[in-house]
């Protein structure tokens, strides 16, 4: 079965369109002498869908809002058949679209040129308008950041959105045929078949609950590592690993040349190449991370730095705002990599009873991979362990030094010379760190031996709703651990991510999973 992650929610709810059109001289202006023809194009709502539309995996759809639906502006791209190189473009602003039955919209006649032509559109195009000569099957958008996703391309009321591209074969890359004569005046447009469209972003949403209740409490199956850890709550979490490029239209393929790949899979998604690193991330990615965290060590495993950068997570009260982020498959030999995989960084807060609190309230150590609530209990199974300390009592001059770490200026600066002097993890407040990387649940081909046929990926106008059910390890003390050095080349597999997510994946397409991290 094919992914086909399409925008049902494109115009619910459209009883009026507050899109301001352009006057008649602006339409006169945009246009060249010779236009002899009018068009009318209609663009599909989620009533005039054909009930084929998509397959959308056993989680099925959920409608966008308002806001996620509307169509601020248009711009129709009139292509070369076959080519998809833009002759003629048109932006439409206010007035020139209208409502119609069963929450479609479609332009108003629009005066252009004679011919014949493929149709593309791209709603609230924002800065991303085409010329002619430009080939809308090749144009790719770059420079995204976690801002521009906020600001543009997944703002309230300015979503954008493209032709669906579902890679059926060749006709799915062409745009609606149609033919402009001199016989399609005012009264009588040519049209072309109805353009249906995509949000190009994907939407991640994420909660926390034992019960599937969202209250962030989850259970905490680690007794066998620390029995005093009675329970663990989510604080928050951030996007790993964004995508700095995108293309204007949905690309597939089976074997990716660029990467020396041939998959199993009839079709896998295609993005622009972009430069992957070591785990730290790739070059092009943001949110690698090296934003979460910077990790120092020499070829005989000597640490110099293990500091925790994690700073601005939105506080998880249940109801977290979605992130938005543009499609990525890490098109490599290996199916994904650490350094280029979209997913998530959750930030668990742990209950520790008996915590020393030297490092914050429920703060907990570990060292040699055992876990102790106090440097005392640390101390009395690993008496060399603070052997580096200045004073006969070594225990209690490792303490105060984490006193005085804990009450610095620059408090992970501090921590981490403390944690790399003594090779000890210092959960700070009793914080622990998971990263979660993200497959796509829809995306299944019959064909294929494997097990769990999904491979890891974010598709655009596609929801990943993740749920973490319960965390069955101890997670890390800075995001990603301190190993930085993980082979790029390997498989991304969450063998190191310690809890259970249910994630669905949703007019919006759901992608849906639950997740153990173990």
């Given at each position: 079965?094919k992914?086909?992650?399409?925008?049902?929610?494109?115009?619910?709810?459209?009883?009026?369109?507050?899109?301001?059109?352009?006057?008649?001289?602006?339409?006169?202006?945009?246009?060249?002498?010779?236009?002899?023809?009018?068009?009318?194009?209609?663009l599909?709502?989620?009533?005039?869908?054909?009930?084929?539309?998509?397959?959308?995996?056993?989680?099925?759809?959920?409608?966008?809002?308002?806001?996620?639906?509307?169509?601020?502006?248009?711009?129709?791209?009139?292509?070369?058949?076959?080519?998809?190189?833009?002759?003629?473009?048109?932006?439409?602003?206010?007035?020139?679209?209208?409502?119609?039955?069963?929450?479609?919209?479609?332009?108003?006649?629009?005066?252009?040129?004679?011919?014949?032509?493929?149709?593309?559109?791209?709603?609230?195009p924002?800065?991303?308008?085409?010329?002619?000569?430009?080939?809308?099957?090749?144009?790719?958008?770059?420079?995204?950041?976690?801002?521009?996703?906020?600001?543009?391309?997944?703002?309230?009321?300015?979503?954008?959105?493209?032709?669906?591209?579902?890679?059926?074969?060749?006709?799915?890359?062409?745009?609606?045929?149609?033919?402009?004569?001199?016989?399609?005046?005012?009264?009588?447009?040519?049209?072309?078949?109805?353009?249906?469209?995509?949000?190009?972003?994907?939407?991640?949403?994420?909660?926390?609950?034992?019960?599937?209740?969202?209250?962030?409490?989850?259970?905490?199956?680690?007794?066998?590592?620390?029995?005093?850890?009675?329970s663990?709550?989510?604080v928050?979490?951030?996007?790993?690993?964004?995508?700095?490029?995108?293309?204007?239209?949905?690309?597939?393929?089976?074997?990716?040349s660029?990467?020396?790949?041939?998959?199993?899979?009839?079709?896998?998604?295609?993005?622009?190449?972009?430069?992957?690193?070591?785990?730290?991330?790739?070059?092009?990615?943001?949110?690698?991370?090296?934003?979460?965290?910077?990790?120092?060590?020499?070829?005989?495993?000597?640490?110099?730095?293990?500091?925790?950068?994690?700073?601005?997570i939105?506080?998880?009260?249940g109801?977290?705002?979605?992130?938005?982020?543009?499609?990525?498959?890490p098109?490599?030999?290996?199916?994904?990599?650490?350094?280029?995989?979209?997913?998530?960084?959750?930030?668990?807060?742990a209950?520790?009873?008996?915590s020393?609190?030297?490092a914050?309230?429920?703060?907990?150590?570990?060292?040699?991979?055992?876990?102790?609530?106090?440097?005392?209990?640390?101390?009395?199974?690993?008496?060399?362990?603070?052997?580096?300390?200045?004073?006969?009592?070594?225990?209690?001059?490792?303490?105060?030094?984490?006193?005085?770490?804990?009450?610095?200026?620059?408090?992970?600066?501090?921590?981490?010379?403390?944690?790399?002097?003594?090779?000890?993890?210092?959960?700070?407040?009793?914080?622990?760190?998971?990263?979660?990387?993200?497959?796509?649940k829809?995306?299944?081909?019959?064909?294929?031996?494997?097990?769990?046929?999904?491979?890891?990926?974010?598709?655009r106008?596609?929801?990943?709703?993740?749920?973490?059910?319960?965390?069955?390890?101890?997670?890390?003390?800075?995001?990603?651990?301190?190993?930085?050095?993980?082979?790029?080349?390997?498989?991304v597999?969450?063998?190191?991510?310690?809890?259970?997510?249910?994630?669905?994946?949703?007019?919006?397409?759901?992608?849906?999973?639950?997740?153990?991290?173990?």
């Amino acid at each position: 079965m094919k992914p086909r992650h399409l925008f049902w929610g494109l115009v619910s709810g459209l009883a009026v369109l507050s899109i301001s059109a352009c006057s008649r001289e602006e339409m006169k202006e945009q246009n060249v002498s010779d236009v002899q023809g009018y068009i009318s194009v209609q663009l599909a709502g989620p009533a005039v869908r054909p009930s084929t539309r998509t397959v959308a995996g056993e989680n099925g759809t959920e409608a966008g809002t308002e806001v996620q639906n509307k169509i601020s502006s248009i711009q129709i791209l009139l292509c070369a058949p076959g080519t998809g190189a833009v002759q003629f473009s048109h932006t439409l602003d206010a007035g020139n679209l209208i409502p119609i039955a069963g929450n479609g919209v479609k332009t108003k006649p629009i005066k252009v040129q004679t011919g014949t032509f493929e149709v593309y559109v791209i709603a609230n195009p924002g800065t991303h308008t085409l010329s002619a000569g430009d080939d809308v099957n090749d144009y790719v958008i770059s420079s995204i950041t976690e801002a521009g996703m906020k600001g543009s391309y997944a703002a309230d009321n300015t979503f954008l959105m493209f032709n669906e591209c579902n890679g059926n074969g060749a006709d799915d890359v062409k745009g609606s045929a149609i033919t402009i004569t001199e016989a399609n005046g005012l009264e009588n447009p040519a049209t072309c078949n109805v353009i249906k469209l995509d949000r190009l972003a994907a939407q991640i949403r994420s909660q926390a609950s034992a019960d599937g209740g969202g209250d962030g409490k989850v259970t905490a199956n680690v007794g066998s590592q620390l029995p005093s850890l009675t329970s663990a709550t989510l604080v928050g979490f951030r996007l790993l690993n964004g995508a700095t490029k995108t293309n204007l239209q949905q690309h597939w393929t089976k074997a990716v040349s660029e990467q020396g790949a041939t998959f199993e899979w009839d079709n896998v998604l295609v993005t622009p190449v972009m430069s992957y690193g070591t785990n730290a991330g790739g070059s092009e990615f943001y949110n690698a991370l090296t934003d979460f965290r910077s990790v120092v060590k020499n070829d005989s495993e000597v640490y110099s730095e293990a500091k925790d950068l994690y700073a601005s997570i939105p506080a998880y009260n249940g109801e977290t705002g979605a992130i938005f982020c543009m499609e990525n498959h890490p098109s490599t030999t290996e199916i994904a990599r650490y350094g280029n995989t979209t997913g998530l960084i959750y930030q668990f807060k742990a209950t520790v009873t008996g915590s020393d609190n030297l490092a914050g309230e429920n703060s907990f150590y570990c060292y040699n991979n055992e876990y102790f609530a106090t440097l005392a209990a640390l101390a009395a199974k690993y008496p060399q362990a603070f052997a580096a300390a200045i004073g006969d009592d070594k225990l209690a001059a490792a303490s105060a030094e984490l006193t005085t770490a804990m009450a610095s200026s620059d408090v992970e600066k501090s921590l981490s010379d403390f944690r790399v002097k003594y090779n000890i993890m210092v959960y700070k407040n009793g914080i622990m760190y998971y990263t979660w990387f993200i497959k796509d649940k829809n995306y299944i081909d019959s064909s294929i031996s494997e097990t769990d046929k999904s491979y890891y990926s974010v598709m655009r106008n596609t929801i990943y709703d993740l749920t973490v059910k319960s965390l069955s390890r101890i997670g890390t003390d800075i995001p990603g651990g301190w190993n930085p050095n993980v082979d790029p080349d390997d498989p991304v597999v969450n063998k190191d991510v310690y809890m259970v997510v249910e994630a669905k994946v949703n007019d919006w397409v759901l992608s849906t999973e639950d997740i153990v991290l173990e």
